[in-house]
């Protein structure tokens, strides 16, 4: 098998595409590029993808990837055995799908205007604003999906990617006191995905403890 390209950033969505490319046995090289500075790496980033955002995932073929969901559908095509997805036919499948749609679709835009609202709003109290409601907003759409959270896993009994994106976004804000106290499902899903030594690696490479 050919290698793929991951171009990523660390303590960024690339760490759930690194987990299941791991988990894919995928042969793959990272690129690690500070996605928001100007230079060489941001420049070649936009032209593989005009969004200029991580993750963007390079082929071997050279088409290019530029969503996480579509990366994790193409991983599971091209290895099932890594059952990042339920296969068509399979009694959990609409479910997986619903469930990530509403992650990336849903849940995660609101990193895009919430961790720097000044892009999309006048200067002022409006930024403030802004940033209030959107973390506002995040609490219930986690809270929601928290009611939907499966023992050990999201699906239940059936590991899939899903696992990976609450693993790796529950390192985000508001950060793991918060999911512990609101959302302990969520985090429950997140702990037992980390058991697994591929995951907990990529998670000690983007996610450090703080040192003593």
């Keep these: ?13 690339s760490a759930i595409i690194e987990m299941a490319l791991v988990l894919a046995n995928v042969p793959h090289t990272l690129t690690s590029v500070p996605y928001l500075k100007p230079g060489p790496e941001r420049n070649r980033l936009l032209r593989l993808n005009p969004l200029g955002q991580v993750p963007t995932l390079v082929l071997p073929d050279g088409e290019v990837l530029t969503e996480s969901a579509a990366m994790i559908l193409h991983l599971n095509d091209v290895a099932p055995e890594a059952g990042l997805a339920p296969a068509p036919g399979q009694p959990e499948r609409a479910r997986f799908l619903n469930l990530l749609m509403r992650i990336v679709a849903a849940i995660y835009p ?19 604003l802004l940033r209030e409601r959107v973390h506002t907003r995040r609490a219930v759409l986690w809270q ?3 009611r939907q959270a499966g023992t050990p896993h999201m699906l239940g009994r059936r590991f899939s990617a899903l696992d990976l994106y609450v693993t790796v976004m529950t390192h ?12 302990p499902a969520l985090m429950a ?17 983007h996610f450090p403890p703080p040192s003593e």
């Design 189 to 205: 899903v997140a702990r037992e995905a980390a058991l697994e030594p591929n995951v907990a690696s990529v998670l000690q490479r």
């Design 110 to 128: 609101t990193f895009t205007y919430g961790d720097d609202p000044s892009q999309w709003t006048t200067p002022g109290p409006a930024v403030d």
């Design 1 to 13: 098998m050919k290698t793929y390209e991951l171009i990523g950033s660390a303590g960024c969505g």
């Design 172 to 183: 985000w804000r508001p950060g793991p006191s918060w999911f512990s106290a609101m959302c």
């Design 144 to 146: 929601e999906l928290e």
